[in-house]
């Protein structure tokens, strides 16, 4: 079998695993002739999947071999499947070829398990030494760690890679046991502890060097030594979405908890998808994606709005025509607006006096956006014309909001306030049209009428722009990185 078979069936082999975004970590560059490689994405080629996510890394598994027969994996053991094996010199060429062709941007690599545990990390690990010692490689690279390997393979790892990535597999202990019954759930989580520990001593010794003095030679050059890195764009976990009976409550609560005990930069969710002869305990179809989609959303709150992981899932009185069970997020709206439906009490809230706390909780605005309201409103009471300049959506947040010249009035208390928020999705023309409206018509009477401008269409309801995929498509890795101002 040669490279370009093997390419084949192990960067589609790849394809399930969403954690592959290449963000967080610190800036390197060839400029002046040194190395090769960049993490700061100049000069990249960037292609597009027709659902918009970027593709700019070198997605591929080391093997797909694996001696574990988790029941949701293609990959397992007992599944019949086409397999293949890289080289540590094959997967270090291709990673450099690509490169050098402006295909990629950086390296995401995973593996089945062959042999044992450490066997496997330590081959993984060699691909990242020997593209950064042999060759230099300054871009960046993403390695998915084995939790059952040593201590010291794991410390290794984080030297040589941009971030590290332990997939929890699912929220609960349960699930993990009956559906992958050979992974150790108390392993993982001590995987990532040690992680964390390592990456923690990490920064602590850099800001520890940067605090202390240089001492040199008369007439010398200060020059400070460089604390060693680990993992600069931190650590990062996946869970499968769909797969069992676990509620979107409970997948929530599991994400509160690893963000905050072992300091995650992203816990990624991946929609269930059924493979080839699967077992019985598995669900025949998919669950629908805008269920990981407002996962995501969910996510974005409790990172940054502020918002506690049980106080986002919202009993099912919010006026929309949403039937679903408990525990689940609503999944004709966002979360954000599902709570403020939900908790109409707490609204409208006055945009000249209220906290950023309560800001950050109005449908429509976002970090940036409440951000920019707290700036202007230092210099004056902003009113409805403010609003627009500032670029806010106005038919979501006029609703929710006091300004000086607009009241909603009884708008919120409105049975169809929710269907009018929520339109329903439609497809667009590359060839609509665009209607401005008339200057007359964009003053605070009316606001809460719908604003026939192009660019006032929500990102949830416009499709991303659709582009060529390159023709090295077998080295396609979906980047599933969720922006902030896609939602809210």
Same mark, same amino acid.
């Given at each position: 079998?040669?490279?370009?078979?093997?390419?084949?069936?192990?960067?589609?082999?790849?394809?399930?695993?969403?954690?592959?975004?290449?963000?967080?970590?610190?800036?390197?560059?060839?400029?002046?002739?040194?190395?090769?490689?960049?993490? &700061?994405?100049?000069?990249?080629?960037?292609?597009?999947?027709?659902?918009?996510?970027?593709?700019?890394?070198?997605?591929?598994?080391?093997?797909?071999?694996?001696?574990?027969?988790?029941?949701?994996?293609?990959?397992?053991?007992?599944?019949?499947?086409?397999?293949?094996?890289?080289?540590?010199? +094959?997967?270090?060429?291709?990673?450099?070829?690509?490169?050098?062709?402006?295909?990629? &941007?950086?390296?995401?690599?995973?593996?089945?398990?062959?042999?044992?545990?450490?066997?496997?990390?330590?081959?993984?690990?060699?691909?990242?030494?020997?593209?950064?010692?042999?060759?230099?490689?300054?871009?960046?690279?993403?390695?998915?760690?084995?939790?059952?390997?040593?201590?010291?393979?794991?410390?290794?790892?984080?030297?040589?890679?941009?971030?590290?990535?332990?997939?929890?597999?699912?929220?609960?202990?349960?699930?993990? &046991?009956?559906?992958?019954?050979?992974?150790?759930?108390?392993?993982?989580?001590?995987?990532?502890?040690?992680?964390?520990?390592?990456?923690?001593?990490?920064?602590?010794?850099?800001? &520890?060097?940067?605090?202390?003095?240089?001492?040199?030679?008369?007439?010398?050059?200060?020059?400070?030594?460089?604390?060693?890195?680990?993992?600069?764009?931190?650590?990062?976990?996946?869970?499968?979405?769909?797969?069992?009976?676990?509620?979107?409550?409970?997948?929530?609560?599991?994400?509160?908890?690893?963000?905050?005990?072992?300091?995650?930069?992203?816990?990624?969710?991946?929609?269930?998808?059924?493979?080839?002869?699967?077992?019985?305990?598995?669900?025949?179809?998919?669950?629908?994606?805008?269920? +990981?989609?407002?996962?995501?959303?969910?996510?974005?709150?409790?990172?940054?709005?502020?918002?506690?992981?049980?106080?986002?899932?919202?009993?099912?009185?919010?006026?929309?025509?949403?039937?679903?069970?408990?525990?689940?997020?609503?999944?004709?709206?966002?979360?954000?607006?599902?709570?403020?439906?939900?908790?109409?009490?707490?609204?409208?809230?006055?945009?000249?006096?209220?906290?950023?706390?309560?800001?950050?909780?109005?449908?429509?605005?976002?970090?940036?956006?409440?951000?920019?309201?707290?700036?202007?409103?230092?210099?004056?009471?902003?009113?409805?014309?403010?609003?627009?300049?500032?670029?806010?959506?106005?038919?979501?947040?006029?609703?929710?909001?006091?300004?000086?010249?607009?009241?909603?009035?009884?708008?919120?208390?409105?049975?169809?306030?929710?269907?009018?928020?929520?339109?329903?999705?439609?497809?667009?023309?590359?060839?609509?049209?665009?209607?401005?409206?008339?200057?007359? +018509?964009?003053?605070?009477?009316?606001?809460?009428?719908?604003?026939?401008?192009?660019?006032?269409?929500?990102?949830?309801?416009?499709?991303?722009?659709?582009?060529?995929?390159?023709?090295?498509?077998?080295?396609?890795?979906?980047?599933?990185?969720?922006?902030?101002?896609?939602?809210?």
């Amino acid at each position: 079998m040669n490279t370009q078979q093997k390419l084949a069936i192990l960067a589609d082999a790849a394809k399930y695993d969403a954690s592959c975004a290449s963000s967080g970590t610190s800036k390197r560059n060839s400029v002046g002739g040194k190395g090769i490689g960049s993490t &700061e994405g100049s000069g990249i080629c960037h292609s597009y999947a027709p659902d918009g996510r970027c593709i700019s890394l070198l997605k591929i598994l080391f093997t797909n071999f694996c001696q574990y027969d988790c029941l949701y994996c293609v990959n397992r053991v007992t599944s019949n499947v086409p397999r293949a094996r890289f080289s540590v010199d +094959e997967v270090v060429q291709l990673t450099l070829d690509f490169y050098r062709r402006n295909c990629i &941007e950086g390296l995401f690599l995973s593996s089945g398990i062959i042999q044992s545990p450490d066997y496997t990390m330590e081959q993984v690990v060699e691909v990242a030494r020997v593209l950064r010692e042999e060759h230099d490689f300054r871009g960046y690279i993403h390695l998915k760690t084995i939790p059952d390997a040593s201590p010291e393979l794991l410390a290794r790892a984080g030297r040589y890679a941009d971030r590290l990535s332990i997939n929890i597999e699912f929220p609960t202990v349960q699930s993990l &046991e009956s559906l992958a019954p050979e992974k150790d759930s108390g392993a993982i989580r001590r995987s990532m502890a040690r992680i964390r520990v390592h990456i923690d001593d990490a920064k602590g010794g850099a800001h &520890e060097a940067a605090r202390s003095s240089s001492v040199t030679l008369p007439r010398g050059l200060a020059k400070r030594a460089q604390a060693p890195r680990f993992a600069p764009a931190g650590q990062s976990t996946q869970m499968i979405v769909g797969a069992d009976a676990t509620s979107d409550s409970t997948i929530l609560a599991t994400t509160a908890t690893l963000y905050s005990a072992y300091r995650l930069r992203r816990v990624y969710y991946s929609a269930f998808s059924p493979i080839p002869d699967a077992s019985s305990s598995l669900p025949l179809r998919q669950p629908p994606l805008i269920r +990981e989609h407002r996962l995501y959303q969910a996510d974005w709150l409790i990172r940054f709005y502020g918002f506690a992981h049980d106080e986002i899932v919202v009993p099912s009185n919010t006026g929309a025509n949403s039937s679903r069970a408990d525990g689940m997020l609503a999944l004709d709206m966002d979360p954000k607006l599902a709570w403020a439906l939900g908790h109409r009490e707490q609204f409208p809230v006055d945009i000249n006096k209220a906290p950023r706390e309560m800001l950050l909780r109005v449908p429509g605005l976002g970090v940036k956006a409440v951000t920019r309201i707290l700036q202007a409103r230092r210099v004056r009471k902003l009113r409805a014309d403010d609003m627009l300049r500032l670029h806010v959506p106005l038919k979501k947040v006029m609703p929710f909001v006091l300004l000086a010249d607009h009241q909603p009035g009884t708008s919120l208390d409105a049975l169809n306030l929710a269907s009018r928020l929520t339109p329903a999705p439609q497809q667009a023309g590359l060839f609509d049209e665009c209607v401005t409206a008339p200057p007359q +018509e964009q003053h605070a009477p009316a606001l809460l009428s719908p604003i026939p401008t192009a660019s006032r269409t929500p990102l949830l309801t416009a499709p991303l722009p659709t582009r060529a995929l390159p023709t090295l498509a077998a080295t396609s890795a979906l980047s599933r990185e969720v922006r902030s101002d896609a939602w809210v």
